[in-house]
């Protein structure tokens, strides 16, 4: 379990998603692009929440170790959606090469 702030909100998850979340927020932020993320966390009251967060470059992430024993959310879901964004900025597709146009496949003069 990790203690998560950002901003005035502080936040309890899964070590795998506080981890997979700061690299991403990493990734984000030095591609000076922006996305949103959706998890569930433990909010400070104790209960479960649905939680929204923007990343960008200004984004402040503070994630600190705890030694809770409370069993956090599952977010496998998230953080595999997380790895898959984080290849797509580490690793982008290639460009794949068009068809060659051949001029007689669209030859419709007969139409006309």
């Not at 433990?42 to 479960?48: E, L, M, R």
């Not at 900025?89 to 794949?96: C, H, K, L, M």
């Amino acid at each position: 379990m990790k203690h998560v702030s950002l901003g005035d909100k502080s936040l309890l998850m899964g070590d795998d998603l506080a981890d997979t979340l700061l690299e991403y927020a990493r990734l984000v932020g030095d591609s000076d692009g922006a996305d949103t993320v959706t998890l569930r966390a433990i909010g400070p009251d104790g209960s479960t929440a649905e939680v929204g967060i923007l990343l960008n470059s200004s984004t402040s992430l503070v994630v600190e170790s705890t030694h809770s024993d409370v069993v956090p959310p599952d977010n496998s879901e998230v953080v595999e959606d997380l790895r898959e964004r984080m290849r797509a900025i580490t690793r982008p597709a290639s460009a794949q090469p068009e068809e060659r146009w051949v001029e007689s496949e669209y030859d419709n003069t007969d139409m006309i």
